[in-house]
């Protein structure tokens, strides 16, 4: 079963430092695009019909049987897709650990800028020696608030254009 080969791929990657989950983050190939495409439709389609919160699940090849979370069937779809669109996927621990100067290339930001915002208590970390330490999860969770608010700024500044006149809705 192709999608099983896919996950074995996935799983097979066990990078220890933030550089190399760079290093091994690689756009898809087309054929895995095509079969990524494929195995999503077919999937997206599956769990709409599940009505089991860890349903059963067959391996074509070795005739097995295992329950899986609906959770992580949702999840794999999500990175089928994304593999189907030709994006690159990597999967982390939300627990590991990066660097500040790793930090702040996911934030677009510079490292001077973080530690000031990492010194203003807005991003949780821990210091090893003299070092920074920030958990993944945290600078996602960061990010995903920026954009939050960035939102919400661009909101208000669209309707004061439109109560001014300024920009028509």
Known sequence: ?????????????KPTTMKEV???????????????LVSY??????????????????IEETA?????PLKALKFLSTILRALSEGRPVSILAGATEM?????????????????RILEDGKIPFTKV???????VEDVLQ???????EQKTLLIDIMK??????????
């Open 64 to 68: 097995e049987k295992i329950r899986i």
């Open 160 to 169: 004061g254009d439109e109560a001014s006149g300024l920009y028509d809705s």
């Open 129 to 135: 020696g003299r070092h920074r330490r920030i958990k």
């Open 1 to 13: 079963m192709r999608l099983i080969r896919l996950i074995r791929i996935i799983l097979h990657l």
């Open 22 to 36: 760079i290093q091994q983050i690689q756009r898809p190939s087309k054929e895995e695009q095509r079969m990524a």
């Open 99 to 115: 660097t500040t100067q790793s930090a702040a290339e996911m934030l677009g930001c510079s490292r001077p800028f973080l530690i």
């Open 142 to 148: 960061y990010k995903k608030q920026m954009k939050a």
């Open 41 to 58: 439709d077919a999937l997206a389609s599956t769990i709409e019909q599940l009505r089991s919160e860890n349903p059963e699940i067959e």
